[in-house]
């Protein structure tokens, strides 16, 4: 069974930063796709970020282009998504979720298993 958990979210001023991680058991995924997506209160769960285990291929909602980075360690089993310059719209919880072998970078239905999120704070 796999297993992701998320870490890093906190409250922090806008323009500050963060770094996520997500570290998963369970199995390995050196072909798959690890994403990660947001969801603020009363809005639906949007795409953030994704990379591919093996690749290194990386997608980013426009969003939060050139303010994010997703990376992965392989030998940890661990992704993160690095955060900068951050403004009070990026609070949301942000799941890590994986992974996804088919379908769009950006479809929440690709992804086979979600962690349990991790809240991100963002005051003005």
């Known amino acids: 069974q796999v297993q992701l958990v998320e870490s890093g979210g906190g409250l922090v001023q806008a323009g500050g930063s963060l770094r996520l991680s997500c570290a998963a058991s369970?199995?390995?995924?050196?072909?798959?796709?690890m994403g990660w997506f947001r969801q603020a209160p009363g809005k639906e769960r949007q795409f953030v970020a994704s990379?591919?285990?093996?690749?290194?291929?990386?997608n980013y909602a426009d969003s939060v282009k050139g303010r994010c980075t997703i990376s992965r360690d392989n030998a940890k089993n661990t992704v993160y998504l690095q955060m900068n310059s951050l403004k009070p719209e990026d609070t949301a919880v942000y799941y890590c979720?994986?992974?996804?072998?088919?379908?769009?970078?950006?479809?929440?239905?690709?992804?086979?298993?979600w962690g349990q999120g991790t809240q991100v704070t963002v005051s003005s």
């Open positions: 990379i591919n285990w093996s690749t290194g291929i990386t």
């Open positions: 979720a994986g992974p996804k072998y088919y379908g769009a970078y950006n479809d929440r239905g690709a992804y086979a298993y």
């Open positions: 369970g199995r390995t995924f050196s072909s798959a796709t």
